[in-house]
């Protein structure tokens, strides 16, 4: 499709959505009319229904004249006839006497007078029912003249109606050909700009292969100089030295200016502590009872001896911080790996958090006897109850940091204890605990002040016990204030804390302690040589030593690989022996256990031969007999004993021996079988920690492996993110285009219809003109041929 057949088409689109306008406000025109020409003849018609009404009750009011009036008529009539009679009565008996002639006259008086009421009430109803039969029919003439008049003009707006509505379907038609022709161009376009999203997707494909080829070659360059290329000096050979990390001094200056402040920061924390603990302990002798006056509970008494030893348990924070940030100088290396003195303070923390542990219970205890109290309201008591909670998250939060704190301390104890991205974490986990402590804190000194202002409306407050409390609320303030600067300290120089500021080059290991000394022995040379550098060039290692001096290093790590071994094999020696010296002791054990048995059975038997011979002598066979019958009893106890089964119990395992006939007695097997037996269970157990130490082993080095897919997954998830925001902007930006275009092509439309409009109203303008004019040519016409 060209763009002048693309134009022509939009062309006429316009003139016909134009006219299609104008044709719909005229039919809104009409619609109200006819709407309007329905209602007035509704109002005729229910005026004529109405007219219909009341003449059919006239006309009923006229029947029921006209019935009225026969009657009367007949009436009358019998009055006429009764009246000629009499009259011809009267003429034929005037001799009779007069009384009863006067009586008739009367009647016939009333009669006449009543006989005109009527005619004359006849004549003004007939003239009433005329004049409104004429009134009903002039009025039944004008509606029906109005009625007709108004369904011709009915029937033309129906026509003018029918006649729109047909040119509409037909302009209706012709424009969903062209929006179906529209929307197939549409189609088309989308078709256009899906292929153009594919391809630049298809760019956006071969880019990240090339970049993440270009990654891989820089990556490899760069491990192959990193690997290869460790001690080149390419303009002087004789000034090579061992790769290690260079000393960073903005780093350590930081680092002590750092620990400056959290100095500073944690002799505040000590201070809030100590009189926190302080001012509780005094408030414990005050309330609920005084300790001046009567005597208080066993739980407050040893709940005050172990706050009176608090400063034990905080002083020592201060003191191994001290320490730790005067072992931090800029003559140092300060990482994990060699802060030896964190180990301290993660003790001291820890032996603090074990205090917290310890009075934790006694106050609850002394909150429940607060509560306990007659004079202690419903609200004091829910106070109480929230500083519990408190008590108990504070305490909580505590053991968490205590926790993080060790784990931060352990690389300086041993090495390979944590790689970085734990570091990391546990550094980012440390920052949220101490604003957690914050909150916690900051919740206790609310409800400690809420609990203090409940106290002051009690009737047995004292000022003793008013002053304490406001100290104590003070220490909480400060406390506050201490966990708040240490919270936003923290996290402030987070960044400084999980970068690593030391590391070997070509390594992602984490310094340690001996090449921390590599690094200041290099330091220092390094300062010696640049101050002696005027006067004599000073010794240095060269390339060739170097690389000799590298495969020494390899070689003693290989040897170090046997020594290993060695030491496994020495390991599994001592192992053996270790089970060879238990099953010594066990037999030394049975050899003694054996030998006091014999040591018995030999005395009972001389008890016996001694009481034998101290008898008569002719009881001495009898003694004999009785002796040999003993010894009889003794082999017959002992042979359903050793046919009976024996259970032999211990440390390591349980024994059941059921020795046969042919053994019965036979010591030296039932000892056999035991021997073998722990035997086979210690080496049960050492083949147990040997597939143990196996196990943890391979899951020590899956740990590493999936660590390294993590941060490999990682970075392919950076890079795909990335790849995804570059396409969602190019599909924003198509987007916007096509939004564009079909905004233009709207305006366009919206233009052409006005235009259309315009063109239809000068033309209706035309049309009207012509046809007054050919109105007034035939009008002159007429005048000429009349003339």
């Given at each position: 499709?060209?763009?002048?057949n ?12 134009q ?6 406000a005229?039919?809104q025109?009409?619609k109200?009319g006819v ?14 229904k ?13 029947d029921?004249?006209?019935f ?9 009539e ?5 009246l ?8 034929k008996g005037?001799s009779?006497?007069?009384?009863p002639?006067?009586?008739?006259l009367e009647?016939?008086s009333?009669?006449?007078e ?25 009025q ?13 003009e009915?029937?033309?707006h129906?026509?003018v ?14 424009l969903?050909s062209?929006?179906a022709?529209?929307?197939?161009k549409?189609?088309?376009?989308e ?15 071969q880019?990240?292969r090339?970049?993440s080829?270009l990654?891989r070659?820089?990556?490899?360059s760069?491990s192959v ?16 030295s ?18 400056g402040?959290?100095?500073s920061?944690?002799?505040?924390l000590v ?7 302080s001012y509780?302990?005094q ?5 609920p ?6 005597l208080?509970?066993?739980?407050n008494?040893?709940f ?7 400063a034990a348990?905080v002083?020592?924070?201060?003191d191994?911080?001290?320490q730790?940030?005067q ?5 140092t290396?300060t ?6 003195k964190?180990?301290s ?12 542990q ?5 106050q609850?205890?002394s ?12 609200a004091l ?11 108990k998250?504070?305490?909580s ?9 060790y ?5 300086s ?8 991205s734990s570091?990391s974490?546990?550094?980012?986990q ?6 957690s402590l ?10 400690y ?7 002051q ?12 409390t406001?100290c104590?609320?003070?220490s909480?303030?400060?406390?506050t204030?201490s966990?708040?600067k240490i919270a936003?300290?923290?996290s ?6 999980t ?19 590599s690094?200041l ?7 010696a040589y ?6 004599a ?7 060739k030593?170097a690389?000799?001096?590298r495969r ?9 690989e ?6 496994h094999q020495?390991q599994?020696?001592?192992a053996r022996?270790?089970?060879e010296k238990?099953?010594?002791?066990l037999e030394?054990q049975?050899?003694k256990?054996r030998?006091?048995k014999?040591?018995q059975?030999i ?7 001694a009481?034998?011979?101290q008898?008569?002598p002719h ?10 019958q ?33 053994h019965m007695g ?10 073998t037996?722990?035997?086979a269970?210690v080496?049960?157990l ?6 143990s ?5 391979h ?5 590493r492996?999936?660590?390294?897919r993590?941060?490999i ?12 925001k ?13 939004a564009?275009?079909?905004r233009?092509?709207?305006d366009q439309l919206?233009?052409?219809?006005d235009?259309?409009?315009?063109m ?7 049309r009207?003109e ?5 109105l ?6 007429k005048?000429?041929?009349g003339?």
């Amino acid at each position: 499709m060209t763009m002048a057949n693309v134009t022509d088409l939009q062309t006429k689109y316009s003139k016909l959505a134009q006219e299609y306008s104008k044709l719909r406000a005229q039919n809104q025109v009409l619609k109200k009319g006819v709407v309007d020409e329905q209602a007035n003849s509704a109002s005729f018609k229910e005026q004529l229904k109405q007219r219909d009404q009341s003449l059919r009750k006239q006309e009923q009011e006229m029947d029921s004249l006209s019935f009225r009036n026969q009657q009367l008529a007949k009436r009358v009539e019998l009055l006429q006839e009764e009246l000629a009679v009499s009259e011809a009565k009267g003429k034929k008996g005037k001799s009779k006497v007069d009384s009863p002639s006067q009586h008739g006259l009367e009647t016939q008086s009333v009669f006449d007078e009543d006989l005109q009421k009527k005619i004359e009430e006849n004549e003004r109803l007939h003239i009433q029912f005329y004049e409104a039969d004429e009134q009903h029919r002039r009025q039944e003439a004008e509606l029906m003249t109005r009625l007709q008049e108004l369904e011709k003009e009915s029937e033309q707006h129906q026509a003018v109606v029918d006649g729109l509505t047909a040119k509409y379907m037909e302009t209706i038609g012709r424009l969903q050909s062209d929006k179906a022709r529209l929307e197939v161009k549409a189609q088309t376009l989308e078709r256009e700009a899906k292929e153009c999203r594919m391809r630049t997707e298809e760019c956006q494909q071969q880019l990240r292969r090339c970049q993440s080829e270009l990654n891989r070659q820089v990556k490899q360059s760069s491990s192959v100089i990193q690997e290869k290329v460790p001690f080149n000096d390419t303009k002087f050979g004789d000034y090579n030295s061992l790769n290690v990390p260079p000393h960073n001094r903005r780093h350590q200056l930081k680092a002590r200016d750092l620990s400056g402040q959290a100095l500073s920061f944690i002799q505040d924390l000590v201070a809030a502590l100590l009189n926190f603990h302080s001012y509780t302990e005094q408030r414990v002798h005050i309330y609920p009872l005084d300790s001046s006056i009567e005597l208080i509970s066993p739980l407050n008494q040893k709940f005050s001896q172990y706050l009176h030893e608090n400063a034990a348990y905080v002083r020592p924070l201060e003191d191994s911080c001290l320490q730790l940030h005067q072992s931090i100088t800029e003559d140092t290396v300060t990482v994990l790996e060699t802060v030896v003195k964190l180990k301290s303070f993660a003790d001291n923390f820890s032996s603090y958090t074990h205090f917290l542990q310890k009075i934790l219970p006694y106050q609850l205890k002394s909150l429940e006897e607060e509560c306990d109290t007659p004079l202690c309201t419903a609200a004091l008591t829910a106070k109480n109850q929230e500083l519990q909670r408190d008590m108990k998250r504070v305490t909580s939060v505590f053991e968490k940091l205590q926790s993080y704190i060790y784990l931060l301390a352990l690389p300086s104890v041993r090495q390979d204890a944590m790689p970085q991205s734990s570091t990391s974490a546990v550094f980012t986990q440390l920052a949220a605990c101490l604003h957690s402590l914050h909150d916690a804190i900051k919740e206790m000194s609310k409800h400690y002040n809420q609990k203090a202002g409940l106290e002051q409306d009690l009737p047995t407050i004292t000022q003793k016990l008013c002053t304490t409390t406001e100290c104590l609320l003070g220490s909480l303030g400060s406390l506050t204030s201490s966990t708040g600067k240490i919270a936003t300290f923290f996290s402030n120089n987070l960044d400084f804390f999980t970068s690593s500021g030391y590391s070997p080059r070509g390594s992602t290991v984490p310094l340690n302690p001996l090449q921390a000394e590599s690094m200041l022995a290099n330091k220092k040379k390094a300062s010696a040589y640049i101050h002696a550098i005027k006067k004599a060039r000073p010794q240095s290692v060269p390339y060739k030593e170097a690389l000799s001096n590298r495969r020494i290093l390899t070689s003693s790590t290989e040897s170090r690989e046997g020594l290993t071994q060695q030491v496994h094999q020495s390991q599994e020696k001592i192992a053996r022996l270790e089970q060879e010296k238990e099953h010594w002791l066990l037999e030394a054990q049975l050899g003694k256990v054996r030998l006091e048995k014999e040591n018995q059975r030999i005395a009972d038997l001389e008890t016996q031969l001694a009481a034998a011979l101290q008898g008569s002598p002719h009881s001495q066979p009898a003694a004999a007999s009785t002796l040999a019958q003993s010894h009889e009893e003794v082999e017959k106890e002992q042979k359903p004993a050793g046919r009976e089964t024996t259970l032999c119990t211990s440390l390591v395992g349980m024994l059941c021996t059921t020795p046969t006939v042919e053994h019965m007695g036979d010591e030296e097997s039932r000892e056999q079988l035991i021997k073998t037996h722990y035997m086979a269970r210690v080496g049960e157990l050492t083949t147990q920690l040997q597939i143990s130490d196996s196990k943890a082993v391979h899951f020590h080095s899956e740990c590493r492996a999936l660590a390294k897919r993590l941060a490999i997954a990682e970075k392919s998830r950076e890079t795909l993110s990335e790849g995804v925001k570059l396409a969602n902007q190019n599909i924003t930006r198509l987007q916007d285009e096509l939004a564009t275009t079909k905004r233009s092509y709207e305006d366009q439309l919206s233009m052409m219809s006005d235009h259309l409009c315009s063109m239809n109203e000068t033309l209706s303008k035309q049309r009207e003109e012509i046809d007054t004019l050919k109105l007034g040519s035939k009008g002159n016409a007429k005048k000429n041929k009349g003339r």
